[in-house]
């Protein structure tokens, strides 16, 4: 999840730094985050369109953090807010191991209307400049 300005009205959420101005939302799956969200009068946007990268070898923590760079370089020309890990699925093919790493983008934001891509490229902007 980006930063963004809704982070102060969801007392008790837990993140950790993932990739530049990524962090990662700990301990909860996306419907408790999506109540969360909306208990505090925010919504919690669900992007259809997934996004897939695959490796080779096996699954490893330096692995699958690469493969999240990949996706978060894929869909940040969209301006979405948020990213959710739907499925990391290892594999095999005639005996190589692969591992597959799919996402859906999520956006957060006090409209129940989706922002314009115009408008949410000003937000993230906004959220910049205010952050540093």
């Not at 997934?50 to 692995?63: D, L, P, Q, T």
């Not at 890990?85 to 956006?107: C, E, K, M, Q, W």
Request: net charge neutral; glycine share 8%; with cysteine.
């Amino acid at each position: 999840m980006k930063e963004w300005p809704g982070a102060a009205h969801l007392p008790g959420l837990d993140s950790e730094p993932c990739s530049g101005k990524w962090s990662m939302v700990k301990a909860l799956d996306s419907f408790a985050l999506d109540h969360k969200i909306h208990a505090a009068g925010w919504n919690f946007f669900f992007m259809a369109d997934e996004v897939k990268v695959m490796f080779f070898g096996v699954s490893g923590e330096k692995k699958i953090l690469n493969a999240l760079q990949r996706i978060l370089r894929k869909v940040q020309i969209m301006h979405f807010n948020g990213l959710e890990i739907t499925d990391i699925a290892p594999r095999h093919f005639l005996g190589v191991p692969y591992v597959t790493v799919s996402a859906h983008s999520r956006h957060l934001q006090q409209s129940c209307y989706l922002d314009g891509l115009e408008a949410r490229q000003t937000s993230e902007n906004n959220a910049e400049w205010a952050t540093g």
